[in-house]
């Protein structure tokens, strides 16, 4: 896991996440999203939500470029005591909160709306074509806001209402909805 830009730009971190249950977003693909992200939204003053958060890659590059909360979200308890401790070496646990919690469950209890908010489920998830109205139903995403969804070719959602643009990283595909 690499940052690529701001604050920590260079540094990289190690997770023990060889036999973890999760898929991170690859240098290549996390690159080219940021450099679309940074065309499109402020990082300073921003307010971010990270579902399926795994090892925090996107969470600590958002921290990174200077976004003021994340809400890193994800139910596997060693992704989430990695992020805790790397949180405190970074001396941000002021800048990110950390929830244990199934995102479908989370999802469904309103917490707040946010400027950004990326999800990178399982692609062997099922209920994967259920994120985006669970999203916007609940009124997670702020006006104006970007919700940006991580899947593989399998899934389209150019039929969604709220759906804006596709980018494709390999077999990594971005959904951009707002």
Known sequence: MRIIAGAFKGRRFYPPADKWPTRPTTDFAKEGLFNILENRMEFAGAICLDLFGGTGNHSFELISRG?????????????????????????????????????????????????????????????????????????????????????????????HPRFKELRTYGKTHFSFFG
């Open 67 to 159: 976004v003021e909360q994340v809400t890193y979200v994800d139910k596997h308890r060693p992704a989430v005591t990695f992020v805790h401790q790397l949180a405190r070496e970074l001396d941000i646990t002021d800048r990110i909160k950390i929830v244990f919690a199934d995102v479908s469950r989370f999802l469904t209890h309103k917490s707040g709306a946010f400027d950004y908010i990326f999800a990178g489920p399982p692609y062997p998830l099922t209920w994967i074509p259920e994120i985006p109205d669970l999203i916007f139903n609940h009124g997670w995403l702020k006006e104006g806001g970007i919700f940006v969804l991580e899947t593989n070719p399998n899934h389209r959602f150019d039929h």
